[in-house]
Nanobody, 118 residues
Framework: QAQIVESGGGLVQPGGSLRLSCEASGTTGDIYAMGWYRQRSGNLRDMVAHITSGGTAAYADAVKGRFTISLNSAKNTVYLQMDSLKSEDTGVYLC????????????WGQGTQVTVSS
């Protein structure tokens, strides 16, 4: 059974930094991409950053230049370094994992809360 375990959220002042981590285990097939989404109202989720096993990264425009995503493929762990945090970065951040063995499998973590407030 797959386990997606996130950590690193918390409360930080505007301008501060946080580092999120997400470790995946038990997925079906090889992981070929991991990333982070932010939960909006209802079941809507916005992509924050994503990275492939080959190292190609993509970012939402709102976080470019402030957030950095990295991947340790040997550990199936993705990191999100969040710098110069703003109040609008507040939300629940969910880890997203894509793996493949024949068909593509999608996995989500439970989410970790990030609150940016003075």
């Amino acid at each position: 059974q797959a386990q997606i375990v996130e950590s690193g959220g918390g409360l930080v002042q505007p301008g501060g930094s946080l580092r999120l981590s997400c470790e995946a285990s038990g997925t079906t097939g090889d992981i070929y991409a991991m990333g982070w989404y932010r939960q909006r109202s209802g079941n809507l989720r916005d992509m924050v950053a994503h990275i492939t096993s080959g190292g190609t990264a993509a970012y939402a425009d709102a976080v470019k230049g402030r957030f950095t995503i990295s991947l340790n493929s040997a550990k199936n762990t993705v990191y999100l370094q969040m710098d110069s945090l703003k109040s609008e970065d507040t939300g629940v951040y969910l880890c997203h994992v894509l793996s493949q063995r024949g068909n593509t499998q999608t996995y989500w973590g439970q989410g970790t809360q990030v609150t940016v407030s003075s």
